[in-house]
């Protein structure tokens, strides 16, 4: 079955840019949606956006401004970069597999995520 | 959108019947998920739509409602089942409820 996995610096200093990577395996990245999203401790969670196999991205307006993802098919997988970040960034970061499941998109497949502290 | 959850927390022995609700600020149509979540796992999507549940999810779990009033039930509580449950709605982006805690009694 599809699995993903997470991977990237666990400390980033503020002001730098966050990296992070999903690795897909047992399945192919390809004519699907992909999630990134995170949950600072003891909050919600909070969608940060998507990206289709083609490229194409939907991004949190609120994080809009300091958030590129993208896309490698040939390696199968996806990634993240948030610019600028603070400690407010400091999050549990997880990549998921949004797929049409029913009649809207769901984030069906999920990675067990990776903790990201902001700290200098 | 705003999701609202209750209660926080639901402490129930094994065999119990749990009810877990989620609120939204506006509308939604039947367009909402229910997952569970421990820690160091995934999450596992458990229902879609409101009332489908995915696959390989056992029947003890339902979902019911649409509009603006949801609710997720256990009928039957397993060990394997407490955990943290939260909901997700997909408009304009998706947004999550708090979560609700199921622990042992």
């Known amino acids: 079955q599809v699995q993903l996995q997470e991977s990237g610096p666990g400390l980033v200093k503020p002001s730098e840019t966050l990296s992070l990577t999903c690795t897909v395996s047992?399945?192919?990245?390809?004519?699907?949606?992909w999630s990134w999203i995170r949950q600072p401790a003891g909050k919600r969670l909070e969608w940060i956006g998507r990206?289709?196999?083609?490229?194409?991205?939907n991004y949190n307006p609120s994080l809009k401004s300091r958030v590129t993802m993208s896309v490698d098919t040939s390696r199968n997988h996806f990634s993240l970069k948030l610019s600028s970040v603070t400690a407010a960034d400091t999050a549990l970061y997880y990549c998921a597999r949004d797929g049409m499941v029913g009649q809207v998109h769901y984030m069906d497949v999920w990675g067990k995520g990776t903790t990201v502290t902001v700290s200098s | 959108i705003v999701l609202t959850q209750s209660p926080a927390t639901l402490s129930l022995s094994p065999g119990e019947r749990a009810t877990l609700s989620c609120r939204a600020s506006q509308s939604v149509s039947s367009y909402l998920g229910w997952y569970q979540q421990k820690p160091g796992q995934a999450p596992r999507l458990l229902i879609y739509d409101a009332s489908k549940r995915a696959t390989g999810i056992p029947a003890r779990f339902s979902g019911s409602g649409s509009g603006t009033d949801f609710s997720l039930t256990i009928s039957s509580l397993e060990p394997e089942d407490f955990a943290v449950y939260f909901c997700?709605?997909?408009?304009?982006?998706?947004?999550f409820g708090q979560g609700t805690k199921v622990e042992i009694k």
């Open positions: 997700l709605e997909r408009s304009a982006w998706p947004t």
């Open positions: 047992g399945g192919s990245i390809n004519s699907y949606y």
């Open positions: 990206i289709y196999s083609s490229g194409n991205t």
